[in-house]
């Protein structure tokens, strides 16, 4: 798959909490059983493989990985 950028052109990683830019929605990005980038959030039912979403739709707001 290739790499999908938020509205300042970074690379959307695992962990990102991103926000769309359309709707509002915030996600956050993980990986499912197969390493895919899907989009999640369980509060509103949310659950997009990330390549859904074209170049610049989303915006990195963190990201959630715990760092040791």
């Known amino acids: 798959m290739d790499s999908i ?7 959307i990683k695992e962990y990102d ?7 509002k929605e915030v996600m956050i990005v993980v990986k499912d ?14 659950s997009d493989f990330l390549d859904v979403y074209p170049d610049g739709e989303l915006r990195i707001l963190g990201n959630a990985s715990i760092s040791s």
């Not at 197969?34 to 949310?46: H, Q, Y």
């Open 5 to 11: 950028r938020d509205i300042s052109g970074i690379e």
């Open 17 to 23: 909490v991103c926000e769309s830019i359309t709707t």
């Open 33 to 46: 059983r197969n390493e895919n980038l899907i989009v999640r959030n369980n509060i509103i039912g949310l």
